[in-house]
């Protein structure tokens, strides 16, 4: 029987699951503050962070799932192909040309 096991490829032990390093920890407690140096020497081959002066402004935009008739559908991909843009954009034109005189605008 001993011959047998010998033709069987040897495998390495199994090993055993490892606990998380967090594990006795509560997930809500903030961990210390590093000191300066300790801060300073992690930080030294990191690139810059942006500035929120250099970050872009962004627009906020909402979900707006409706549906539009057929002839809509089709004058819409018809501005999309000739006036290459996108529908949002011929969409928020036309709202605002028909109705943005409702609203004060935005400074």
């Known amino acids: 029987m001993t011959d047998e096991k010998r033709d069987r490829p040897t495998f390495p032990a199994r ?3 490892r606990p998380a390093p967090d594990l006795g920890r509560d997930p809500i407690d903030v ?10 020497a ?20 909402v979900q707006l799932g409706t549906r539009v008739g057929e002839r809509t559908k089709d004058l819409l991909d018809y501005v999309k192909a000739t006036e290459k843009q996108d529908i949002r954009t011929s969409i928020e034109l036309a709202v605002e040309e028909k109705y943005g005189h409702l609203l004060p605008r935005d400074v």
């Not at 961990?31 to 300073?40: D, K, N, R």
Request: hydrophobic fraction near 35%.
């Open 15 to 17: 090993r055993v699951p």
């Open 42 to 61: 992690a930080h030294a081959n990191t690139r810059p962070a942006f500035t929120a002066a250099a970050a872009p402004k962004r627009e906020v935009t």
């Open 31 to 40: 961990p210390p503050p590093a000191t300066t140096e300790m801060t300073q």
